[in-house]
């Protein structure tokens, strides 16, 4: 009689494993990485169903005040004279796992100002450039689920583009 419950237990046992690992759900792996240019952000995520058709990944970036920096054709630099507004999303569209149910998403968004917008000396100047703080927020859904599952990861980053830096610290 032993043998058999020690049998039922070991059942049940990995019953319940198999059942939190089904429901595990959707999840980033560790962090994001932000880089300069146009905002590129990547991320990995993992805990795919079956159904992967119905997992998308956003982007939004945002942030005021920034500075732009303004070039002219003789590479002459000036600070834009309008404070800068971002926000831009970017979604990945479906998501398709790789191997064990982890994927990959690379998404980019352009930040970058008119001249007029930055308010740039004139016509003959371009932005090159922005400095100062952004928000980047990630969100990934899984639309498989009921209800839908969703899952955040959220950066504030300092912006510096003259120096070809983008320092974010998770929030």
């Known amino acids: 009689m032993s043998k058999q419950r020690i049998a039922v237990a070991f059942l049940l046992a990995m019953l319940i494993v198999g059942v939190v690992t089904v429901y595990a759900g959707l999840s980033f792996i560790g962090g994001a990485r932000?880089?300069?240019?146009?905002?590129h952000g990547t991320v990995d995520i993992a805990g795919f169903g079956n159904r992967t058709e119905f997992v998308t990944v956003d982007m939004h970036v945002y942030g005021n005040d920034l500075v732009a920096s303004?070039?002219?054709?003789?590479?002459?630099?000036?600070?834009?004279q309008n404070p800068v507004d971002v926000d831009a999303n970017v979604s990945s569209g479906a998501v398709y796992p790789a191997r064990n149910g982890r994927a990959t998403v690379n998404l980019s968004v352009e930040i970058l100002p008119t001249a007029a917008e930055a308010g740039c000396p004139n016509r003959n100047w371009r932005v090159t450039d922005l400095?100062?703080?952004?928000?980047?927020?990630?969100?990934?859904?899984d639309f498989s689920t009921n209800p839908v599952t969703t899952v955040?990861?959220?950066?504030?980053?300092?912006?510096?583009?003259p120096m070809q830096t983008v320092d974010c610290t998770q929030r």
Do not use: H
Not at 34 to 39: D, K, N, Y
Not at 131 to 141: C, E, K, M, N, S
Not at 152 to 161: A, E, K, M, R, W
């Open 70 to 80: 303004c070039v002219n054709r003789g590479g002459n630099r000036a600070p834009g």
């Open 152 to 161: 955040t990861l959220q950066y504030v980053c300092l912006v510096n583009q």
């Open 131 to 141: 400095l100062g703080t952004i928000y980047v927020d990630f969100v990934a859904r």
């Open 34 to 39: 932000v880089t300069v240019g146009s905002i």
